[in-house]
């Protein structure tokens, strides 16, 4: 198999990631993708940063020597966060994507100069997240959350149907509730906040529940896109970027996916079901298991 020919690697510590999956095939239709959710693990954000290193590095060594990926996409916040420098010392001729939260995109594009974010405690806590919020957070007072439980809370929800119009409250909802009620008040007025950065790929699938929360005019704003896109760049660079299928190829269904969970199967067929119309024999379980040597950090 060529380079190109080889397929993507996604992973996160849960389904969350799917979001990322979905702005990558959107951004490369023809591309291969290998996911892997490390569900038995999750959520990250609530571990500590050794536990989330030595995963990434396993989860990145296992999917290069079963799956020969051509680059890996970090579709988890808190991962890359704790993770991505190592590993690219660890492995400098993988083509490595990570994912953060959007501090600088809120910062150009708010006019009111108030931003809240929402994100793990994995990532709030993180010496990256603040490095970012000083390089690029002048002018702009920024409002951050930790939301512990949120990212599980939706985990658990993809096996769940969607709740009905009854009065009740979910679990998410509720979370929703309090932590954008934490944040302070959002809107277009002087002093509000008028853009949310959503800094857990698990967010943007509960994006209804903020919407009702926070009103039409308030701006979400999540990572997805600029990631596939960064993915592009760096394939193309390298020329590595997959050809066109052929007409008869394409009308034959030449997209090949694979989701693979330590997890709950069930889970992540629900998630790929729901979330991007995937059947579940795209699904498999699987062991990963941890690396034998330390990681050097």
């Known amino acids: 198999m060529t380079v190109a020919a080889a397929p993507i690697g996604v992973f996160d510590s849960g389904i969350g990631g799917l979001s990322v999956l979905q702005a990558l095939r959107h951004e490369l239709p023809h591309e291969h993708f290998v996911y892997l959710a490390d569900s038995g693990n999750a959520p990250y954000g609530e571990r500590g940063d050794a536990f989330v290193q030595a995963r990434t590095h396993a989860i990145a060594q296992y999917l290069r020597e079963r799956h020969g990926i051509k680059a890996l996409v970090i579709a988890c916040n808190t991962a890359t966060a704790a993770a991505v420098e190592s590993l690219r010392m660890a492995m400098p001729d993988l083509p490595l994507i990570g994912v953060e939260p959007a501090i600088k995109p809120a910062a150009l594009s708010s006019q009111t100069h108030q931003v809240g974010v929402m994100a793990t405690r994995g990532t709030v806590e993180s010496r990256r997240f603040h490095k970012l919020l000083q390089e690029h957070g002048q002018g702009v007072q920024f409002q951050v959350q930790a939301c512990d439980g949120l990212a599980r809370a939706i985990e658990q929800s993809a096996l769940q149907a969607p709740a009905a119009a009854d009065g009740e409250t979910s679990e998410i909802e509720a979370l929703c509730a309090r932590y954008t009620k934490a944040l302070g008040h959002f809107g277009l007025k002087t002093g509000e906040m008028d853009t949310l950065v959503l800094g857990c790929t698990h967010y943007i699938f509960i994006k209804d529940e903020l919407r009702a929360l926070l009103g039409p005019d308030v701006q979400l704003i999540d990572t997805?896109?600029?990631?596939?896109?960064?993915?592009?760049?760096?394939?193309?660079?390298a020329g590595h970027l997959r050809a066109e299928p052929g007409?008869?190829?394409?009308?034959a269904g030449a997209e090949q996916i694979q989701l693979m969970t330590t997890g709950s199967l069930p889970a992540l067929q629900a998630?790929?079901?729901?979330?991007?119309?995937?059947?579940?024999?795209?699904?498999?379980?699987?062991?990963v298991p941890d690396l034998t040597a330390p990681v050097a950090l």
């Not at 007409?247 to 009308?251: D, G, K, P, W």
């Open 224 to 237: 997805g896109a600029p990631v596939a896109r960064q993915t592009r760049r760096l394939l193309a660079q």
């Open 247 to 251: 007409e008869a190829a394409a009308l």
């Open 271 to 287: 998630a790929a079901a729901r979330w991007l119309a995937l059947p579940a024999s795209c699904c498999a379980s699987v062991a």
